[in-house]
């Protein structure tokens, strides 16, 4: 397979936040309660940020230490349950399992992105992107076990 450029990975990666922010945007209509727009806006401000990086990358004002790396648990509830039909009003939970699945793919197109590319700075940039995602589905199932299964007064 024909090797991408730096340029045409990192525009694809922009595009791709851009794509994020605007699925979280829309899903902000979907939900109900303001808890979970609170959270679906933290979210898409999250994806703009990701958008600002790799266009300061781009652009040469950040060197490939820019985002810092830390232990990943990955609890797999995507893997185990599924994903709700976006269709109409969403429960509160749900919203947060189908974004843990919207990072998930997010995450193996970063790592698949990285695996063509050859030892060095893109390779590096891209695997990081992928732990970063990875850590966007962290918070999501979180999120979504504490809608899903709230802490009672009974412990």
Do not use: W
Not at 40 to 63: C, D, N, P, V
Not at 108 to 127: D, N, V
């Amino acid at each position: 397979m024909e090797q991408l450029t730096l340029e045409a990975v990192i525009d694809k990666a922009i595009q791709r936040e851009e794509e994020a922010f605007a699925f979280y945007e829309d899903l902000t209509g979907r939900v109900e309660d303001a808890v979970s727009r609170d959270t679906l806006h933290f979210m898409a401000r999250e994806e703009l940020k990701h958008k600002t990086i790799l266009q300061q990358y781009k652009s040469g004002e950040l060197g490939k230490e820019a985002l810092p790396l830390r232990t990943i648990v990955d609890a797999r509830v995507v893997e185990a349950l599924g994903v709700p039909e976006l269709a109409g009003p969403m429960h509160h939970k749900d919203i947060f399992l189908f974004a843990a699945q919207r990072e998930k793919a997010s995450q193996e197109f970063y790592q698949r992105l990285a695996e063509l590319q050859p030892q060095g700075a893109l390779q590096g940039l891209l695997r990081t992107f992928a732990e970063e995602e990875q850590r966007h589905k962290e918070k999501a199932e979180y999120l979504y076990c504490n809608a899903a299964f709230p802490q009672t007064d009974g412990g």
